[in-house]
C-alpha cells in the first residue's frame, strides 16, 4: 500500500509543480487572487494525498482520496474562473489551463482506482 501512495503522491507533487509553473504566468493585475487560491488549494490536496498513508483502514484511505478528490474539483473550478476572468484570446494561457485540468483528470483515474488496487 505504501509504494502505491508514494506513487499517488508523486502524481500529486507533480501536479502541484504544474499549478505552481502555471499560477506565474497568471496576468500581474490578479484582483481576485485567483494564483493564491490556486497555490493554496493545490498544497491542500497534495497534504491530503500524504495523509492517506497515516490511515490505517481501506475505509479511512477511501475517505481521504474522496476528499482529495472534492480539492481537485475545487482546483479545476478556480482553472475554469480563470479562463473567464482573463483574456480568452491569450492562447499560451488557455492551453496551460487545459493541459492542467487534463492533468487533474488523470489523477482523479488514479485515485478511483487506488482502493481497489490497494485491497487486491
Known amino acids: 500500500?505504501?509504494?502505491?501512495?508514494?506513487?499517488?503522491?508523486?502524481?500529486?507533487?507533480?501536479?502541484?509543480?504544474?499549478?505552481?509553473?502555471?499560477?506565474?504566468?497568471?496576468?500581474?493585475?490578479?484582483?481576485?487572487?485567483?494564483?493564491?487560491?490556486?497555490?493554496?488549494?493545490?498544497?491542500?490536496?497534495?497534504?491530503?494525498?500524504?495523509?492517506?498513508?497515516?490511515?490505517?483502514?481501506?475505509?479511512?484511505?477511501?475517505?481521504?482520496?474522496a476528499e482529495s478528490i472534492v480539492t481537485l474539483s475545487r482546483v479545476s473550478g478556480i482553472l475554469s474562473m480563470a479562463k473567464i476572468t482573463f483574456s480568452m484570446d491569450d492562447l499560451k494561457l488557455q492551453m496551460g489551463i487545459t493541459l492542467v485540468q487534463t492533468l487533474i483528470s488523470q489523477i482523479q483515474d488514479t485515485i478511483l482506482a487506488a482502493p481497489a488496487r490497494m485491497s487486491a
Request: hydrophobic share 40%; aromatic share 8%.
Open 1 to 65: 500500500m505504501n509504494n502505491q501512495i508514494y506513487s499517488l503522491w508523486q502524481e500529486s507533487f507533480k501536479l502541484v509543480s504544474q499549478l505552481h509553473a502555471h499560477a506565474s504566468t497568471f496576468p500581474k493585475k490578479d484582483v481576485i487572487g485567483l494564483r493564491a487560491q490556486l497555490e493554496h488549494i493545490g498544497m491542500e490536496f497534495m497534504n491530503q494525498i500524504a495523509e492517506v498513508s497515516t490511515a490505517s483502514t481501506l475505509r479511512e484511505v477511501r475517505k481521504k482520496l
